[in-house]
């Protein structure tokens, strides 16, 4: 199937003649009713913002010609002569998924005689020759814009100090600096670099073991020791999992109302952990999580894998409770349209809902051609009662060794439920008998305050039963399920939505990828299927001049702090253009021929000369280059909330390993609401109670609350996390007081910092050991003489003012350590 | 993010490091973090600040403002329904009339309606304008606050009083410019994509000593004098990297922040201190009393704020969401805000404050004329109402608008606007417009697109400006 993009654009944006040749010369009657009941009000309520006099024509629809009003705006015509009811002018009037004018509703006879006019086909004799010209889309035009040309190879330039490099990424960026007459600056010592990429590979620091092996291993492949000892660590993974999940509005939670739990929402994180530490091959990643679900498996956990994957698209923020089940399905496919156009294109496609790209050569029909593919996987489902709406999962495949733990589980469950229910049965037969003698007792019968003192007890005993009845049946062992896209039983195009409302429907689109980026016609959407698995293959395709570059300037930012492209997630003419065009494409296609491999990618990248640079200033090169732009030394970065808290746990050697599972913890009653499902709300959960161990693991394992925190997850509150209802490919840094109240004050520093004083207390009787062992453990480095002289003057000023409290003496030493911006930040 | 760095020169910097720790005049410390960033004028301004008053939840409109005499007729009875048949309700298939929960009479010289069960704003009826006409897009709480306070409901975008103090800058150097008090969510007072430095800063009037009125306050050192020992070695650290690297301008905010941190662990306990109001002061909040002491203390603090040089106050008075029961909970509710309401327009105004102090009461959405009940038996006495975004009510004080003033009208039943509609972003373009800002130059670069807080929208409503 082939889509026609310009003859829809003829049908969207006609040209005015057309119509004008059809206009039968209009009676006297019927200009006099336009003159008296039309024209009177298009000039009060309309001319304002649609007429010649408005300082930007209101979506560029022009109400002072009747060409103007056939013409339309950017959503096609606004009437169609003879055809009230299809005429948007008119529903807009009645305030019919459109409401205009926006200051409140006409009166009802003026909207009649509206439509009586459309009806008379529209009789008017303005005439106009200034209405503007349509806007169309030139696609073609649109393509010669760098990011959508073609990937290129580029031919590593060549530089004059032909010593320096060490990798062709080297080559490229030197040979811009030699062009600006800029010098890099030195080298960064070997501490530096370790701590850099062992935080920039792992989010964690290097221990004190580690720092020793590397500093003491003089061989030439030292570096590369380090680098495939952190790529192969599990903590990579957690690591880079985390910076995918900023492109999906992960949470556990399904949206910001009621605090409704995303039960299934971990797989998908786990999902990602395992995918990066496996080093999963990218364009297979992608595939998977746009369309894992019908892709061939060839094993039972491959095809959970896949299924897992497509949680990408449901994740987000997703407003469950919305009651206009046709916004909800809207609203979700816009979410799922700005994810996939923000993590994979670097477009802004949730712009182009309503409207045609105003900057990009992005299109209506490219927006409802993949939004056409969602629609035909739908994603929520309205619950029997209430208003609300869940996100859909699908069961996952077990193996048989699953399987049978499962089972396992399922029994043991079921012999507690029935000892529970035959408590039940027992005690509510026992307040029977009470009852019945407290009802056969006479008024003073000594009896009876401990008859009913009893009866109380057991409604107590009962009540709380029930509770932990509900809790055991809602939370008893069930097949997996992840939350999954799966196509619809009738596939099918979509109209596009006029101003991006479900209630005014316009042309049917046909199901297609965005044209601008696409080297061949359509590609051909099997019968009975959604669309998803060539969007996927699209997407990771070879060809698609986006989808590599916007991959590897990610990756680029997440090492040097900024991007090639310094907006990573935009890409569009009114976005930045690559500093290193030349580099950009090289690192794109090295990264599809080595396999689209990320791991490939980093530790070419930082086994780089360049990547090994000090971050120190230098003035001359800030007067020709303040921003850093050529590279010609390292960026600096604050560590994320995520790292801060991370780091916090290794240096106080408290951190402890994860398998994943649920963040939230549902065998806690606590963190669960009422789960008798007597009202018309779901249940809802708040994150009251961690899992023992919860506290000491990585953040990334810590549930993600769309609303409510707790104590444990505070920080990233404070140090720039990113919203679960945003998707962004880089964080902010920002610098606010109440971080620093956060490093002064918080527990989550104050007891490290304790923990951390008491274990090198224990370790080494000399201050001078205690002191060298702090240095290395919290900055990672040696500490110098006038810095150990320092210490120690602190420790006799402090010693009096603390009693002389060893424990306490340290703790201040250690926690002043940790607040301090070189603990908070990576150089 | 390289637009959020505080201005402060190295030199300043090293006078702060050879003084030692606590030393740099806190004032400087604020002004180079605030200097304001976009003076959008163009029109001359009434109002120098905003407190804003929201009323989380949803305030039903019919009960307090805008009886309908069709639906108290019609009371228990069964009407038609406007929604469009896709839209499900839960609670009100039967679809039955509720008339207003108490009387809602003409009140003051200009005869504006206002129920019995707020007595205190019925005194001042004069000073406000009552807007009857308000409009927003989204029914569900988190969607409609987000709209409330941003603009929009999906994307995380700055809320007002970060695009305000954007826009103005500060006032008070010792002061942020955007104070949120019992803010309901980060997203309310978050600055989104602009710097930083506007975000609100969420406070919690302390009611018993162990509430902080700002998370980690407290010195986590036995005394001062530990702490400012224990920050002063922190501070030697931290300088000591900054001056390896030859400078770094975010590691120096940091360093200026614990700075100011240190001071605002002894500035906020004696700021959000009353203990030294008069007894009268106290008494026109309603402070002391069980029901009216809470909101009291945030409004007098909203005042002291205010007063002080605050740009952008928000007070938010939650529990307004009355899906059952509108008889028993709305008067509860009211009693609860009314007098410190009431009292802080009479505060102001006798301090001379209100002329240039925007006061904007309202909540996310209204509620239904038709009632509801989850339960499916409750008598129509015992039924509350539905969110309803399609109309509302709002009020202005002070600031440059017309005080007695009752600007919209809703239909026969009160859904929809039928004159003078008021749309969440014509709100915001008339309080950027009585401060003097013109909200369609109030922009930001972002993403390659210019944003603004009315988006691509917005009208000011010209009619009720004074």
């Known amino acids: 199937m082939t889509r026609s993009l310009t003859g829809l654009i003829i049908l969207i944006f006609a040209s005015p003649s057309a119509f004008a040749e059809e206009q039968a010369a209009p009676t006297k009657e019927q200009l006099d009713f336009f003159e008296a009941k039309i024209r009177p009000v298009l000039v009060e309520h309309c001319y304002k913002c649609h007429g010649s006099e408005a300082k930007i024509i209101k979506g560029g629809l022009r109400l002072d010609s009747r060409d103007g009003l056939l013409k339309g705006g950017d959503t096609g015509p606004s009437v169609v002569p003879g055809q009230a009811e299809k005429s948007l002018l008119l529903k807009a009037l009645k305030y019919d998924g459109i409401e205009m004018p926006p200051k409140g509703k006409l009166a009802e006879s003026v909207v009649k005689d509206f439509e009586t006019w459309i009806k008379m086909g529209l009789p008017d004799p303005r005439k106009s020759d200034d209405v503007p010209k349509s806007r169309t889309l030139d696609i073609q035009a649109g393509r010669k814009f760098w990011a959508f040309q073609p990937v290129d190879d580029p031919t590593p330039p060549d530089v004059k100090n032909a010593a320096w490099p060490r990798d062709t990424i080297d080559r490229f960026v030197l040979a811009k600096l030699e062009a600006k007459g800029l010098k890099t600056v030195a080298d960064a010592d070997r501490y530096t670099w370790l701590r850099r990429v062992t935080f920039d590979l792992t989010g964690l620091p290097p221990t004190t073991k580690e720092i020793g092996d590397f500093i003491r291993d003089l061989s030439p492949q030292a570096r590369e020791k380090v680098v495939d000892r952190l790529l192969a660590s599990r903590a990579y993974g957690e690591r880079w999992a985390r910076h995918w999940l900023d492109l999906t509005g992960y949470a556990d939670m399904m949206g910001t109302s009621n605090n409704v739990y995303a039960e299934h929402a971990w797989r998908y994180r786990d999902y990602l952990i395992e995918a990066f530490h496996k080093d999963k091959p990218f364009d297979r990643f992608i595939r998977e999580q746009i369309a894992g679900d019908l892709m061939k498996a060839d094993t039972i956990p491959e095809r959970a894998e896949n299924i897992t994957a497509t949680g990408f698209l449901m994740v987000g923020d997703v407003e469950i409770v919305e009651p206009d089940k046709a916004k909800l399905e809207a609203d979700h496919i816009d979410t799922q349209m700005s994810k996939i156009g923000t993590a994979f294109l670097g477009m802004t496609l949730g712009c182009v809902r309503c409207h045609d790209h105003k900057f990009d050569p992005i299109g209506v029909t490219d927006y409802y051609g993949i939004a056409g593919m969602l629609r035909s996987s739908p994603s929520t489902h309205k619950i029997p009662f209430g208003v609300w709406s869940l996100l859909n999962s699908t069961e996952l495949p077990e193996t048989p060794e699953e399987r049978e733990a499962r089972l396992k589980l399922e029994t043991e469950h079921q012999k507690k439920f029935v000892i529970m229910k035959a408590e039940q049965i027992k005690l509510t037969e026992e307040t029977k008998s009470v009852e019945a003698d407290l009802a056969r007792l006479m008024k003073d019968d000594d009896k009876k305050a401990a008859l009913t003192k009893r009866r109380d007890e057991l409604t107590e005993q009962l009540k709380k039963l029930a509770a932990s009845l509900h809790h055991a049946e809602f939370f008893r062992s069930k097949m997996p399920r992840a939350f999954a896209m799966h196509d619809s039983d009738t596939p099918a195009d979509m109209p596009i939505y006029i101003r991006g409302n479900p209630y005014a429907p316009g042309a049917v689109v046909p199901r297609g990828v965005m044209s601008v980026a696409s080297w061949e016609k359509q590609p051909e959407i099997p019968k009975g299927q959604s669309g998803r698995l060539q969007l996927a293959n699209w997407l990771a395709d070879k060809r698609n001049p986006l989808t590599a570059r916007v991959t590897v300037n990610r990756i680029w930012q997440k090492l040097f702090g900024e991007g090639l492209v310094r907006s990573v997630d935009y890409f569009g003419s009114r976005g930045e253009t690559p500093s290193h065009p030349e580099l950009l494409d090289h690192l794109a296609t090295r990264f599809m021929n080595n396999g689209w491999s990320q791991q490939k990618l980093l530790r070419a990248l930082v086994l780089s000369r360049i990547y090994g640079l000090s971050g120190v200033n230098d003035e001359s090169a800030m007067k020709l280059d303040p921003d850093n732009r050529l590279i010609w030394r390292m960026n600096r970065q604050r560590l994320e909330a995520e790292a801060i808290r991370d780091s916090l746990l290794a240096v106080s050697e408290e951190l402890q390993q994860s398998e994943g599972g649920p963040g939230l913890v549902l065998e806690e009653p606590e963190n669960c609401g009422d789960l008798a499902l007597k009202g018309v709300n779901p249940p809802n959960y708040t994150h009251r109670k961690s899992r023992a161990n919860q506290e000491f693991q990585r953040t990334i394992y810590l549930p993600v609350m769309r609303t409510n925190t707790t104590s444990t997850d505070r920080i990233r509150n404070f140090f720039d996390f990113v919203n679960p209802a945003q998707i962004a490919g880089q964080r902010s840094q920002t610098v606010v007081p109440t971080q620093s109240l956060f490093l002064m004050n918080n527990d989550l520093f104050r007891k490290r910092a304790k923990i951390l004083a008491d274990k090198l207390i224990a370790l080494h009787a000399q201050p001078n050991d205690r002191l060298m062992q702090l240095w290395l453990t919290v900055y990672n480095r040696p500490i110098t003489q006038e810095e150990r002289d320092h210490a120690i003057k602190f420790l006799t000023d402090l010693s009096p003012l603390v009693q002389a409290k060893e424990s306490l003496l340290w703790q201040e030493l250690c926690h002043s350590l940790l607040a301090s911006n070189e603990f908070v930040f990576r150089i | ?466």
């Not at chain 2, 008070?172 to 955007?178: D, Q």
């Not at chain 2, 309202?362 to 499916?376: A, I, K």
């Open chain 2, 1 to 466: 993010m390289s637009n959020t760095r505080p201005t402060i020169t190295r030199r300043q910097m090293l006078s702060t490091a050879a003084c030692g720790f606590g030393s740099l005049a806190l004032a400087d410390i604020v002004h180079a973090m605030n200097s304001p960033t976009a003076r959008i004028s163009g029109v001359t301004s009434k109002a120098k600040r905003v407190i804003f008053l929201f009323m989380a939840g949803g305030p039903s409109q019919q009960d307090l403002f805008d009886p309908k005499e069709f639906i108290r007729k019609k009371h228990g009875e069964k009407i038609d329904s406007p929604l469009r048949k896709e839209v499900t309700q839960v609670g009100t298939e039967k679809f039955l009339a509720l008339g207003e929960a108490a009387p809602v009479k003409p009140r003051g010289q200009s005869g504006m309606m206002i129920s019995d069960l707020l007595p205190g704003l019925a005194s001042v009826a004069d000073d406000i304008c009552l807007l009857r006409g308000m409009n927003a897009d989204n029914p569900q709480h988190a969607s409609a606050t987000n709209q409330f306070h941003t603009g929009v409901f999906t994307e995380v975008r700055p809320s007002m009083g970060a695009w305000i103090s954007y826009g103005l800058g500060t006032e008070n150097k010792n002061l942020p410019s955007f104070v949120s008090i019992h803010a309901p969510g980060v997203r309310t007072y978050g600055s989104g994509f602009l710097p930083a430095d506007h975000q609100g800063t969420p406070l919690t009037v302390p009611l018993t000593d162990k509430t902080l009125p700002i998370e980690n306050l407290k010195n986590a050192s036995p005394n001062d004098e530990i702490q400012r020992k224990r920050l002063e070695l922190t501070r030697r650290q931290s300088q000591r990297l900054i001056d390896e690297l030859h400078g770094d301008r975010n590691m120096e905010g940091m360093i200026q922040n614990m700075e100011l941190a240190f001071r605002m662990q002894t500035t906020t306990p004696r700021l959000v201190d009353i203990s030294k109001e008069s007894k009268d002061t106290l008494d026109l909040y309603g402070i002391g009393d069980k029901e009216t002491d809470k909101h009291g203390r945030a409004c007098l603090l909203a005042r002291k704020l205010s007063e002080s040089g605050v740009r952008f106050v928000q007070v938010t008075m939650d529990g307004w969401d009355h899906h059952g029961d509108i008889r028993g909970n709305l008067p509860r509710l009211c009693k609860q805000t009314d007098q410190p309401i009431a009292g802080l327009l009479k505060d102001l105004k006798q301090r001379g404050l209100l002329n240039d102090t925007l006061v904007v009461w309202s909540g996310e959405f209204g509620r239904t004329p038709w009632s509801q009940d989850l339960s499916g038996t409750a008598p129509i006495e015992k039924h509350g109402r539905e969110h309803q975004p399609e109309s509302f009510c709002a009020w202005m004080a002070g600031g440059g608008v017309k005080g007695g003033l009752t600007y919209g009208e809703t239909d026969h039943m009160g859904y929809r606007v039928v004159d003078s509609k008021v749309h969440i972003h014509d709100l915001h373009a008339t309080m950027l417009h009585l401060l003097g800002i013109d909200h369609t130059r109030l922009t930001h670069r972002h993403l390659g697109r210019d944003f603004r807080l009315t988006d691509v929208h917005g009208n000011v409503v010209k009619e009720i400006l004074a």
